[in-house]
């Protein structure tokens, strides 16, 4: 039996108003997905206010492609708000527009890219193959998590952490030999973390799903038994999220 290298899931979110606009981006991508064999998961916001309401609570993506001109809440406005929490810094921003005029007011937003409309199918499809090799060249170099420790830097391996948890302005890694308690955020180690191997199951915990026994409606149970409780808010993500990861993880077996 062969074991397939491990699949990087992408997360992509689309944010365009026009709702036939928005679903040819969609298929767009999926085209692309076909064609380059890339895992990727895509989430629609039909609106710059609801993009907003997920990346001020917690920024999931590692692509956004998005219109300029909404109603409401445009483009433009979305990017400074992503742009304000420093741990949105890697997010490959990629506006689509027909307004190419924007140029000079995306300068502070830092896009990864420009697509102009009528989108260009190969137009589209080079500028997301240059993002996801960004993406795929940042994932090779972090096989291990860097914790900062008393003047020193530990490198732990992804397959030892069970899980993370918040105490205040410090974080506590969770091994099967050691806890380690050092000066960080759960957003900054999230962002260090593959998002498809870990995930943000509570405002104080991210768990390894490669450590967990069973996922109920409230609860996480990990293989040592411990519970951690799932967050109400979380508890769609990290429905959508395992189910993607059991997925991946029968298709590694199924060659």
Sequence with gaps: MIIEERVLVIRIAICEDDVQMAEQ???????????NE????????????????????????????????????????????????????????????????????????????????????????????????KIKRRSNRRRLLPVQLRGSE?????????????????????????SIEYYSTLNKENDKLFSDEFIRIHQSYIINFYHVKQITAKKIILLSGREIPISERYTASVKKSYLNFRGNLIGQFSH
């Design 154 to 178: 530990l490198l732990i391996p992804f397959k030892e952490i069970i899980y993370l948890e918040s105490n205040c302005r410090k974080v506590i890694l969770h091994t099967s030999t050691q």
């Design 25 to 35: 981006i969609a298929e767009l991508a999926l085209s692309f997905q076909q064609k």
């Design 38 to 133: 890339v895992a990727l998961e895509i989430d629609i916001f039909y609106s710059g206010e609801k993009l907003t309401e997920e990346i001020r609570h917690s920024c999931q993506y590692e692509i956004i492609l998005m219109d300029i001109e909404m109603s409401g809440l445009n483009g433009i406005d979305v990017g400074h708000i992503l742009r304000e929490d420093e741990d949105n810094d890697l997010v490959q921003l990629i506006y689509i527009s027909s307004h190419e005029e924007y140029h000079l007011q995306l300068f502070d937003v830092q896009p990864s890219g420009f697509i102009s409309k009528p989108i260009q199918s190969t137009k589209f499809e080079q500028k997301l193959e240059i993002a996801i090799q």
